[in-house]
């Protein structure tokens, strides 16, 4: 507004002598600028984003593995012109500090100590929490996914009807969570996952009931697989997906990641995936650099990759998988490594993979698990979520 202003000002103190002649024009400027600054600054522009922003995110990790992130409000100013909306979680694991094995080094990643990793359900109230905390137009820039759940015991789905019914009008979905995952799965205290749990079926079935999105990580194979044999889970995750068909499931990473390479058939699995008609509710996302790193690798790589999408532009969603990011740089950091494939993709896959994917389901899930907490919840649901 300073900057309307002084420029008018400086205008009116060098045109004297045209000023008679463009009076008219001038009001009718003044005009239009305030009947823009009106609209803009009215509730609803005032919070939501101009869609000029440059994705939504599916994949978005508020805190770590020690359950320590970065405040939602200050997040909303990294997120700031650039992510529409985001698909918020913590992690459902946290890292112990045993002082027996890591002495004085509390360890704050996975990766940083031989110490297990446990499930912490606190962080759905945790998340919740911070989603509340906020005014209901900037809650309508998240969609609150349930995580803090064991996927290997059969309440699990009692965990998550909990969360819905403590919490109504917060969450749209459920995930990450994590079945086989490099360097992970092994260090989870008590059961290891499996795709083949009744409890990993009970839990998606009733996801599905709810309408709630399910983003599941699950590595396609073991690191350092052998070549030349199949990869361990390809065959396991596709008859998950086949169980639950009425379930909306987005696979993290397309099941790839940091030493887990894609497979030498990864886009025939995939695209098997997409033309099966039972898996019409199955989609992929792009997430964490570690993807971005195969996509981007070559230009062939790049090609190949963009032109599944482009086939498929319905089916895939860009993602970050930040965890907590301390500046906007930083947050942006994966959608600018994609920089090459952005190119590659027709303007209709790019909008879709950036947004209108993103913005279609996760538009279902609110709508559907609002209504299912309208008849389940106590009450009613209260809050809207938008
Ligand atoms: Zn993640």
């Known amino acids: ?66 359950q320590e992130g970065i405040d939602i409000h200050d997040f909303l100013k990294i997120m700031g012109n650039k992510a529409g909306r985001v698909a918020l979680f913590g992690i459902p694991l946290q890292q112990q500090w045993s002082y027996r094995i890591d002495e004085d080094r509390g360890p704050t990643y996975y990766l940083n100590s031989d110490a297990p990793l446990y499930y912490y359900s606190f962080t759905d109230a945790w998340i919740a929490t911070a989603y509340k905390s906020l005014s209901k137009a900037d809650q309508a820039r998240f969609d609150p996914m349930i995580t803090g759940f064991n996927p290997t015991d059969m309440y699990a789905a009692d965990h998550i009807r909990r969360v819905l019914r403590t919490f109504p009008g917060v969450f749209s979905g459920i995930g990450e969570f994590t079945i086989h995952k490099e360097f992970v799965s092994a260090k989870i205290a008590g059961e290891v996952a499996s795709l083949q749990d009744q409890a990993l079926d009970r839990l998606i079935e009733f996801a599905g ?35 639950h068909p009425n379930t909306t499931i987005i696979w993290a990473h397309i099941g790839v990641g940091r030493i887990i390479r894609p497979i030498k058939d990864q886009a025939a699995l995939v695209e098997d995936i997409i033309n099966d008609p039972q898996l019409r509710r199955v989609y992929f996302d792009i997430s964490w650099d570690e993807v971005a790193k195969y996509v981007v690798s070559t230009p062939e790589s790049a090609k190949s990759a963009a032109a599944i999408v482009n086939k498929h532009p319905d089916r895939f969603l860009f993602g970050t998988d930040e965890v907590a990011p301390p500046d906007q740089e930083k947050y942006l950091r994966v959608y600018e490594q994609y920089a090459p494939f952005w190119k590659l993709l027709t303007p209709d896959a790019s909008e879709k993979v950036r947004k209108g994917n993103y913005e279609r389901i996760f538009d279902e899930a609110r709508r559907k698990v609002r209504r299912w907490e309208q008849t389940h919840v106590k009450g009613g649901s209260s809050n809207s979520g938008g």
């Open 1 to 66: 507004m300073n900057n309307f202003s002084r420029k008018g000002a400086k205008k009116q103190r060098g045109n004297h002598d045209r000023k008679a002649c463009i009076a008219p024009l001038r009001l009718c400027g003044k005009i239009l600028i305030s009947i823009v600054l009106v609209i803009l600054s009215s509730p609803v522009f005032a919070q939501a984003p101009a869609n000029n922003y440059l994705f939504n995110d599916t994949h978005f990790h508020l805190t770590n593995y020690i």
């Open 209 to 243: 009931e709810v309408g709630l999105v399910v983003l599941i990580h699950c590595d396609v194979d073991v690191p350092f697989a052998k070549p030349g044999v199949e990869p361990a889970y390809a065959k396991q995750i596709k008859a998950l997906f086949k169980r």
